[in-house]
């Protein structure tokens, strides 16, 4: 037989009172106050910096200016007196699908013919060719309506900026409007959305090209000024459109090996 087993409760009823327990009770629990404290604030920084990263890089993915075609214009005299080189491009440009708007105001056009680089900034453009502090940057004189006289200003003249004259050829380029459906974009705020078509008009006079007295519809009787740019057949050409934020685009092109009688040659693509 199995002896019996007695089962004996201890009785415990010892606990610590007093003053300092009470100071070790309360400095426990503003501890955790203060832990639970730093861990909300440390995940809603988190969290805020997370939502902001995550908005820049879709914008980043998502802000896209699409070159879809280019053509390049001869200077002339007449219609059998025209120059050998591309003395004016037109690029029409819009944006991809789901882009966010895009202020032209602060987009950088770099073109190179392997020889001579531009970097172009849009000639309303306040800032980026004036002293710190100024706003005196923009192309000289600049028309808020007129985009015609903004193009015949950006072909043949000069802008004078805190002493140091400027060849608006080579520092500016200018848009014009082709579809524009919600009324965003001006010459004075040049904002693009989706949907929104407009050509780019960049310089590209060289130096021998100079003489002629028009240029398309543009009357430059008072005489073209040099770009630096020589785009004579079979150059190769670079063009990058950098917006302030967003992908930069990119388009190169070869010109044909010979422009013929032609006024307007088809670059890209």
Sequence with gaps: MKANKTQIMKKDTRAQVGIGT??????????AAVAAAVLI????????KAQ???????????????VKNIEGVRA???????????DLLKLKVGLNVGSAPVDVNQVVVSITDGTTANNLVYAGNTKSYASTGNSDGEMNPFSFSNTAT?????????TNISGVELTN???????????????????????????????????TT?????????VGSSNVSAGLDDSGLNLVPRATVNIVLTP??????TADFVTPSSYGVKETVSLYP
């Design 22 to 31: 009470l100071i070790i009770f309360i400095a426990m629990v503003l501890v």
């Design 41 to 48: 604030q440390t995940s809603g920084v988190l969290q805020q």
């Design 52 to 66: 902001s990263t995550g908005k820049q890089a879709t914008q980043e993915v998502s802000s896209n200016l699409m």
């Design 76 to 86: 002339k005299n007449n219609a059998t007196s025209m120059s050998s080189t591309i």
């Design 150 to 158: 903004n193009l015949a200003t950006l072909l043949t003249g000069k």
């Design 169 to 203: 050829s080579q520092k500016y380029f200018t848009v014009g409007k082709i579809r524009d459906e919600d009324g965003s974009f001006s010459q004075g705020e040049p904002v693009m959305n989706t949907g929104d078509l407009v050509t780019v008009y960049v310089s």
């Design 206 to 214: 060289s130096d021998t090209a100079t003489l002629y007295s028009q």
């Design 244 to 249: 302030e934020s967003g992908a930069a685009t």
